[in-house]
């Protein structure tokens, strides 16, 4: 049973650019919520897509978009990339959005120069 | 909106050692608790949960949390720690423990000392 899976691993930008990270859900969960986890922080909730819709989100600009395909996969788009945006970030699935618990994948590390 | 402490950046405890790690969260409304490992370099791995019910609650590893509503805490422990259990801790909560709008703490990091 394949868990949470996201690519790329690495990700080197520079300001001003943009970035697609992807997202594969655990088998059998249809709900994705996005994670940003800046250097020796915790992670900071995004937002969340069920049904692919975004169901929730966080305290992040416009800038931070996403999309959820019909296979419960999803990505998330992040516009005019700054300093700031370097960080890990981590996709969880759950299931049905009233899922107990959400699994999470390895993350995606962004550096922006 | 919630919120959750950690007070302990670094805990350092030499292997065999008891360790509690504290988290203490701030909600006016009933929350739902979790605890995540991270290891280097890693996504987060859940150690347990409180969702209901008995307000000590098991986990992998051979940790436990003990839910505390009146001190709103939900402190983790472990009787005898191993080199491997070096990590980075978090606390979570949520209104919802389908994963809207978790809200981490910032972490505590515990190094285990031979």
């Known amino acids: 049973d394949a868990g949470v899976t996201q690519s790329p691993t690495h990700l080197i930008k520079t300001r001003g650019q943009q970035v697609t990270l992807r997202c594969s859900p655990k088998?059998?969960?249809?709900?994705v919520s996005w994670y940003q986890q800046a250097l020796g922080q915790g992670p900071q909730f995004i937002f969340q897509y069920y049904e692919e819709e975004e169901r929730q989100r966080g305290n992040f600009p416009d800038r931070f978009s996403g999309h959820q395909f019909p296979n419960y996969s999803s990505e998330l788009n992040v516009n005019a990339l700054l300093l700031g945006d370097s960080a890990l970030y981590l996709c969880?699935?759950?299931?049905?959005?009233?899922?107990?618990?959400?699994?999470f994948g390895p993350g995606t590390r962004l550096l922006v120069l | 909106a919630q919120s959750v402490t950690q007070l302990d950046s670094q805990v350092p405890v030499f292997e065999e050692a008891p360790v509690e790690l504290r988290c203490n969260y701030s909600?006016?409304?009933?929350?739902?608790l979790f605890w995540y490992v991270q290891y280097p370099n890693q996504g987060l791995q859940l150690l347990l949960k409180?969702?209901?019910?008995?307000?000590l609650v098991k986990g992998i590893n051979g940790f436990e949390a003990e839910f505390n509503k009146s001190q709103t805490s939900f402190h983790l422990r472990k009787p005898s720690v191993h080199i491997s259990d070096t990590a980075e801790y978090f606390c979570?909560?949520?209104?919802?423990?389908?994963?809207?709008?978790?809200?981490f703490g910032p972490g505590t990091r515990l190094s285990v000392l031979p």
């Open positions: 979570a909560v949520t209104l919802s423990p389908g994963g809207q709008n978790f809200v």
């Open positions: 409180y969702l209901s019910g008995s307000t």
């Open positions: 909600s006016s409304v009933s929350v739902y």
């Open positions: 088998s059998g969960h249809d709900t």
């Open positions: 969880a699935s759950s299931w049905g959005g009233q899922g107990e618990t959400q699994y």
